[in-house]
């Protein structure tokens, strides 16, 4: 088993940056690729960013490309997203996710076994 605990999720200005963290226990060793999503009010949670922990490769959604830099620590553990020139529209609970599967489809919730509880972001002008 893995467990996930993110932080970090405070409130914030728009334009403003943040960055939030996830911290993994238990067999870490298992986990291929570290990702973040993201679930605001009244609509599906979607992907916003993995990174692959071997190689540090990383996917990131249109939405957030360029201003948002997914980031991971394997000495401490730890998954960022560094979240920068925010907008009202990235309002949402941000979710670490964990997939142990090699090849799995980096962009899709079903691809990961392991959830955090997330952290809420909210951006307002």
């Known amino acids: 088993q893995v467990q996930l605990v993110e932080s970090g999720g405070r409130w914030v200005e728009a334009g403003g940056s943040l960055r939030v963290s996830c911290l993994a226990s238990?067999?870490?060793?298992?986990?291929?690729?570290m990702g973040w999503f993201r679930q605001a009010p009244g609509k599906e949670r979607e992907f916003v960013a993995a990174?692959?922990?071997?190689?540090?490769?990383?996917n990131y959604a249109d939405s957030v490309k360029g201003r948002f830099t997914i980031s991971i620590d394997n000495a401490k553990y730890t998954t960022y997203l560094q979240m920068n020139s925010l907008k009202l529209e990235d309002t949402a609970v941000y979710y670490c996710?964990?997939?142990?599967?090699?090849?799995?489809?980096?962009?899709?919730?079903?691809?990961?076994?392991?959830w955090g509880q997330g952290t809420q972001v909210t951006v307002s002008s």
């Open positions: 990174i692959v922990r071997g190689t540090g490769i990383a």
């Open positions: 238990g067999r870490t060793f298992e986990t291929h690729v």
């Open positions: 996710a964990a997939t142990t599967i090699y090849g799995a489809n980096v962009y899709e919730a079903t691809s990961y076994t392991y």
